[in-house]
């Protein structure tokens, strides 16, 4: 009696067992519409049109879209998802929801490498009204023939630095300018830097601030890194790529680290004006963005999505606000009278060409709604902050980033916007950690600068062969 | 009852059959088939052949060696883990079953660490470490023995208090009286801990020694979270070398199956030989 009893109890447990597991699978397959609400599924299908599905890049935008979302259900009935990625694990996810049956119908494509691996997987855009209404049509990637994906954003970086104490610093005895516009090159940046460095006690002393440094710590952690292998280099190959004449976006096979002596002088630059001990860079117990909005550092090199950090309404804690910030081109020693801001974007939007022809026409209608509608374009410039590039964006709907309007300035003023040359980078993140490596090894332990070039050149090659003969 | 239980075995074995086919069977074909073709989504493959198995080791003609690295590098890890994780365990295990004040409070306390989660416990140990390091100039990716040691101290004391556990468990379950009359006998500790306790402990030290050598072989949480594979990917172990590979290189993800199945095949065998191994060295009680 007490056997059948365990055996009862075994296989009722093995049973419940089962059932978790299926109600597990429910569950994660309902995840993805969390945002559509299941009480429109019905209303959706009965309407007979597809559905969208947004896996979406930017973590930090996710609470806006979700609600986009909503609303645009509620509006027409088309059921969207909006599904977004972890942190740095975009590739993963979106690989594996691409296997799925329902797989995204929008998705992000960063560059021409993205485009080469999801090929199969690219829609032509060129007659949509997201392309449509794109103002700058060398924003859209283009891929065998074909508009692959268009920008949804652009943003730009710098050197973001502190006007204010910059300001105040003109005035202290001896200081190396006697105006912030004196900054013009890569040399009055670095003799100023130096100054502050130096001088940092005696400059507090005069203006009661209370910093420690002249640039923010140059991190090699991975949170940080990127800054300086995707962003800084890419002013290096952005010159690179301008005397051989190639795709300034697209890039070419082999670089010859030709501008890599100016990468040194301003990475000698970020390093040596900085109070973060080099040799511990990698450690990631630095925070950069910190430095800069508590006022112990003057410069930071970043872009435009660091602006809602100090915005009013941030719950930072910062005493830096956005009034007291400014940014400027990253001088590079090479064309300092007219270098810009960099400005370009590694966001695209591209639509799953696998889809059913119902969801594609469903997503192309929501895309278009995003842009042209009032909510869709309220959303994208208010509350994700981002800087459109579609011709729909003015009046009230153009964007109020500060960081990305000194962009603008700086065109306007007829200096040259420096285009986003390391989306050209083949095998990125490869290429990224390679490159890292010995500018670790450099900063931190003494290690050959020829390395750091070495690595440039020959990964570059190595990794573009690799992409390009698979 | 003997007969309804023979008769009813296949009923009662496919739940779980179903979930063992669903979860892992299905998949792990599935991989091994994948490991054969160029495919961006699991989907959407391409038939190439051995053409992922060589491209581990030889890119454009010239010899790679970032998976041979992590190969070695993680035998080493598992071989230093496995030592030490078992051998403090079980001098702890021996020391909380004499009766000391206190034993169930050590026992806690010891056993916690694993209730913390790989990453989790990886972070706070990485801002111990860099802490400590700061008063060197040393980072713990300094070099790729800093973060091999990191990894050790971290992975130990996650894992020792687990261990522990078995062990107790294992000592308490030695006959009272065998000690006893060993005891009678004249053995001293010495003799009694190599002829008694040492061989009836056996099947405790083989499932200890197999826990902690597949997970030391399968690490890859704290890998990721404490050292990320830096310097460079010196500190890469298999896993994270694996996932590197299917994630971070474009293009690459049926190369990165094939050395998941390479791993696989390596483990296994290693887990078999060990467990031939040990067993063998049982007693019966």
Known sequence: ?470 | MEKAIKKYFPLFALPTMIAFTIGFIVPFLYGIFLSFCKFTTVVDWKWVGIENYTKIFFVDGKLDTSFLHSIWYTALFTVVSVLVINVVSFIIAMALTKGIKGTNLFRTVFFLPNLIGGIVLSYVWLMIFNAVLQNFSKTIVSSQWSAFWGLVIVVCWQQIGYMMIIYIAGIQNIPGELIEAAKIDGANAWQLLKSVTLPMLMPTITICSFLTLTNGFKLFDQNLALTGGNPGKMSQLLALNIYDTMYGTTGWQGIGQAKAVIFFILVAIIAVAQNKLTTRKEVQG
């Open chain 1, 1 to 470: 009696m007490k056997k059948k009893l365990v055996s009862v109890l075994l296989v009722s447990a093995m049973a419940a067992s089962m059932l978790v597991g299926c109600g597990g699978d429910a569950g994660s397959s309902n995840n993805g519409t969390q945002a559509a609400g299941s009480g429109n599924e019905g209303g959706s299908a009965e309407a007979g049109s597809g559905s969208v599905y947004l896996l979406n890049f930017k973590p930090e935008t996710d609470g806006a879209w979700q609600t986009l979302a909503q609303t645009y259900t509620e509006q027409t009935g088309v059921e969207v998802n909006v599904v977004t990625a972890a942190d740095g694990q975009y590739k993963t996810t979106l690989q594996a929801e691409l296997a799925k049956d329902e797989a995204p119908t929008i998705y992000n494509i960063g560059n021409a490498a993205d485009c080469a691996e999801y090929a199969d997987y690219i829609y032509d855009l060129k007659d949509s009204a997201i392309y449509e209404h794109l103002t700058d049509k060398s924003l859209a990637v283009e891929y065998e023939g074909k508009v692959a994906a268009v920008a949804n954003c652009y943003e730009c970086y710098g050197i973001i630095y502190n006007k204010s104490i910059l300001e105040q610093y003109c005035t202290v005895d001896g200081a190396v300018i006697s105006s912030v516009d004196e900054i013009n090159n890569l040399d009055t940046l670095n003799a100023v830097a130096t100054d502050i460095n130096n001088r940092v006690d005696e400059i507090n002393a005069a203006l009661g601030t209370n910093l420690t440094e002249a640039f923010a710590s140059a991190g090699l952690d991975s949170g940080s890194n990127w800054r300086f292998s995707g962003h800084l280099a890419g002013i290096a190959l952005y010159y690179e790529f301008k005397d051989a004449g190639c795709d300034l976006v697209a890039g070419q096979g082999t670089v010859t680290g030709k501008y890599l002596d100016n990468f040194k002088k301003v990475w000698d630059m970020y390093v040596g004006t900085s109070a973060a001990d080099p040799a511990t860079l990698d450690s990631g117990a630095y925070s950069a963005q910190q430095e800069i909005g508590l006022g112990e550092a003057v410069f930071y090199q970043n872009g435009d999505w660091e602006y809602s950090a100090f915005a009013p309404g941030n719950e930072n804690g910062y005493t830096v606000t956005t009034d007291d910030l400014s940014m400027m081109p990253i001088y590079f020693g090479v064309d300092d009278a007219t270098e810009g801001l960099a400005v370009g974007t590694e966001n695209h939007w591209a639509v799953n060409a696998k889809a059913s022809q119902e969801d594609i026409d469903a997503t192309l209608a929501f895309l278009e709604w995003v842009i042209t509608s009032d909510e869709g374009r309220a959303s994208i410039t208010n509350e994700m902050g981002l800087t459109a590039p579609f011709d729909t964006f003015t009046g009230d709907y153009a964007s109020n980033n500060g960081f990305a309007a000194m962009a603008n300035e700086y065109a306007a003023q007829g200096k040259t916007s420096v285009a986003w040359s390391f989306n050209a980078t083949p095998a990125v993140d490869d290429w990224r950690a390679d490159f890292i490596a010995p500018l670790t090894e450099y900063t931190e332990r003494g290690g050959s600068w020829d390395d750091v070039v070495t690595a440039f050149v020959d990964q570059w090659a190595y990794y573009w062969d690799q992409q390009n003969n698979q």
